[in-house]
């Protein structure tokens, strides 16, 4: 099934993220773990790329057992380091896997070589050449890091729509009027694909910080106050997460936004904690 068929209708979406093992570690617990989301019922999962493709036959095998599940797959794909040769090897792996949809990321390099592809936006217009894929993209809510201004940043949107871009998934903001303010923006740039909002509910707070130095990704001080008075318990730090997470998804589809997507970091617990909380306003 396209996930672009999902993000368009009625109902409200719940997604979730899932990582492959490094290289070398069992497979077959991530594979546990798509079987344990699968039966808390979110409408599909994305699975992410290794840096410069390290883990790509993992991240095609934890694919296969997503569609295998009875949910669409998402399969992140970066470039920076790949040429048209290895972007061709690995959509003829997706496709022989029965994947239909690809998240198309420029990632970060590897071996300091752009490869053939230098943007996001080069490789979806690959991708949609090379077969009947549905095409996702990243967008910043806050901005990219390297793109200098917000306004240049959707410029850059921009392109990936031009590139046959189907629909948008943002970078994770703990903030909803930021989400809101940016629905705006991209409107106002003609940009009008679904975008479906990226919440991660915090659990750790050492590695919430990290994230947000690398990404710019802003947390705001009632969150912070959570974070930091909950920082030495863990279980009392996930409730929380999982409480303010649930919060953010109530306030975006009371107004109107009703695809989610919940970065989890390979925890069933913590989609499932969500998806019950949501039991009856998503249905």
């Known amino acids: 099934m396209k996930i672009i068929d999902l993000l368009k209708n ?10 492959p093992p490094k290289a070398g570690t069992e497979l077959q617990n991530a594979l546990n773990i798509v079987s344990d989301i699968a039966e808390v019922g979110p409408h599909f999962m994305s699975v992410t790329y290794g840096a ?76 949609k050449k090379a077969g009947d894929f549905c095409v996702g993209g990243a967008c910043y809510p806050e901005g990219h890091p390297e793109a200098g201004s917000l306004d240049r940043d959707i410029v850059n949107t921009r392109r990936k729509i031009d590139s046959g871009c189907d629909f948008l998934v943002t970078q994770m903001v703990f903030d909803n009027n930021i989400i809101y303010n940016y629905m705006y923006r991209l409107l106002r740039h003609g940009i009008d694909v679904p975008v479906v909002a990226g919440i991660m509910p915090v659990t750790n707070a050492k590695q919430i910080n990290r994230i947000c130095e690398l990404s710019g990704t802003k947390l705001p001080a009632n969150y912070r106050a959570i974070v930091e008075k909950f920082a030495d318990d863990p279980e009392a730090l996930k409730q929380a997460g999982i409480a303010y997470a649930t919060g953010q ?14 970065y989890t970091m390979n925890r069933p617990e913590i989609i499932g904690g969500i998806m019950k909380n949501l039991s009856e306003i998503v249905k």
């Open 10 to 19: 009625e109902k409200v979406c719940i997604s979730c993220e899932l990582f």
């Open 52 to 127: 410069g493709g390290t883990s790509v036959g993992q991240t095609v095998a934890i694919a296969r057992a997503i569609e295998a599940s009875g949910r669409p797959a998402l399969a992140h794909l970066t470039c920076i380091d790949a040429d048209e040769a290895k972007i061709d090897g690995v959509l003829a792996q997706m496709r022989a896997a029965g994947v239909q949809n690809v998240l198309a990321l420029r990632g970060d390099a590897v071996n300091g070589n752009d490869g053939d592809f230098a943007h996001a936006s080069d490789l979806m217009g690959k991708i």
């Open 249 to 262: 998804i109530v306030d975006l589809i009371a107004n109107g936004l009703k695809n989610i997507h919940v």
